[in-house]
């Protein structure tokens, strides 16, 4: 049973649910379900423990945040195992990158708060300014299934190492890691109250939580419609909001091809496809097109699909049934409206025992025309969309013509066409002649329909800090004498 984790002490439900395997459509565990009454328990513990936690000294504080980070270290592969049976990421990712960057996440946050300063300023009114960044209180902090452990610890790092206390919910999906967290986070010294952990679906325990008049800020990263609904339900608070995505792979015929081919192998690829930031819609200048279709289509077949406890496997399930058939309706969607299926489309073979899990062969799309619903919508699958172009004019039309605008990638060797596209792409981050590659020093965030704030270095201060500005007269300034 997992249960939630509230004032340091776990505590059951009247309620549970199951948490299931998706290599193997079994059940793992049986997980407390919540609502209003563990919700209201939760904040109130984190209200509590906000005074002490808050002003502690930062240095203490921030011990306290490295030794969490030390101890991810030394759990990583228990954690990584525990990751892989609860949401299907494969164990290669979470063993060799996913759970060790969670470490980090703790370590960069504990030096940014020990290095934590305002701006101090005379004015001509004959004050002294200085501002202070505050943490703001209560935080809700919720996570998605993708890449649960890893966002967890993302959300939970600067929250708490800036001060705040948290209630943390994850996903339904994928509720057994973050667990694991609290209970290191206890280990490492954090008092009761300052994490606490509400299990349960949205409607029952993510809606109180964001909607809590206790709660000052939230940080969420989910799909788009998940994101407005909290912001009309939860009113005036701060908020992060890391949404959807369906983000431009733009290749030009100038880069370097064999390094572009790989980082669109591997931008759709990894995590499943089951990634925000994933390079969905591959656009491909005409001059290369055939032959990087060609090329594309042999390196996706090679791609070994199966066991994620296997280190050598590439791609393992998706996370859930329903999942399962939003992915297949759309590679039924993209057949329909004319694009051309040239690999998968089916159901891989796997072994016996993972034939109740849910499975989807790497699937490619190409000649898709930007107007059709897989070029459009967030699949959040194994299943890229090549579309030619053939100016930068063009492939910058393409890359703007969604309703998202997390990040993009950008493939060429011409530095005028760098700055230019650098500066016109509509999305929070381009990355150029790479991969996604995540530094804590970035800003992480998007633009329209792929979320609002940004979280990362002294950029998490949006979300999890206000500025106060404090203005302290020389003696001298003029006040006017009413009255006398």
């Not at 490492?188 to 299990?199: E, K, R, W």
Request: glycine share 10%.
């Amino acid at each position: 049973m997992i249960k939630h984790l509230i004032n340091g002490k776990h505590v059951e439900s009247k309620e549970v649910f199951e948490t299931i395997n998706p290599a193997t459509g079994k059940v793992i565990a049986e997980v407390a379900s919540g609502g209003q009454q563990e919700v209201d328990a939760a904040v109130a513990a984190a209200k509590a423990a906000f005074p002490n936690w808050s002003t502690m000294e930062v240095k203490k504080r921030s011990q306290i945040m490295h030794k969490v980070g030390e101890l991810i270290t030394k759990h990583v592969p228990e954690i990584a195992e525990m990751e892989t049976n609860d949401c299907g990421q494969v164990i290669g990712q979470t063993l060799n990158a996913l759970i060790p960057r969670s470490a980090h996440n703790f370590h960069y946050f504990a030096e940014l708060a020990s290095h934590m300063h305002g701006e101090t300023y005379d004015s001509d009114t004959g004050h002294l300014n200085y501002t202070l960044q505050k943490p703001v209180g209560v935080c809700a902090l919720i996570s998605p299934w993708n890449v649960p452990f890893m966002t967890a610890t993302w959300k939970t790092g600067p929250c708490l190492a800036l001060g705040n206390t948290a209630v943390m919910k994850m996903s339904e999906l994928s509720p057994m890691t973050v667990t694991r967290l609290g209970e290191l986070l206890l280990e490492a010294g954090v008092p009761d109250g300052v994490f606490n952990i509400v299990h349960g679906y949205g409607q029952q325990a993510g809606e109180p939580l964001v909607s809590h008049p206790d709660v000052r800020a939230i940080s969420f990263t989910g799909s788009t419609a998940t994101g407005n609904h909290i912001i009309t339900q939860a009113g005036l608070k701060k908020y992060s909001m890391e949404l959807g995505g369906k983000s431009p792979f733009i290749i030009f015929d100038d880069a370097d091809y064999e390094r572009a081919l790989d980082a669109a192998i591997f931008m759709i690829f990894s995590n499943n496809g089951q990634r925000c930031t994933a390079g969905s819609r591959i656009l491909v200048q005409n001059t290369i097109y055939e032959k990087f279709v060609a090329d594309y289509v042999d390196r996706a077949s090679k791609l070994i699909v199966g066991d994620p406890l296997d280190p050598n496997t590439i791609i393992g399930p998706l996370i859930s049934k329903a999942h399962y058939n939003k992915v297949t309706s759309y590679i039924e969607a993209g057949q329909k409206e004319g694009a051309r299926l040239v690999l998968g489309g089916g159901t891989p073979q796997v072994a016996d025992k993972f034939k109740g899990g849910f499975w989807v062969e790497p699937t490619v799309f190409a000649d898709v025309d930007n107007k059709m619903s897989i070029a459009q919508d967030e699949i959040f699958g194994p299943v890229p969309c090549i579309i030619p172009f053939k100016t930068e004019e063009e492939a910058l039309q393409i890359a703007n013509d969604t309703p998202y605008g997390l990040s993009s990638y950008l493939w060429t060797e011409n530095t005028g066409r760098v700055l230019r596209l650098g500066k016109a792409i509509d999305a929070g981050m381009t990355f150029v002649n790479s991969q996604n590659v995540r530094d804590l020093r970035q800003p992480f965030g998007g633009t329209k329909g792929s979320g609002v704030g940004r979280e990362g270095n002294h950029y998490s201060y949006e979300v999890f800090c206000e500025v106060k500005n404090v203005a302290i007269s020389y003696g001298n300034h003029r006040i006017p004498r009413w009255g006398v």
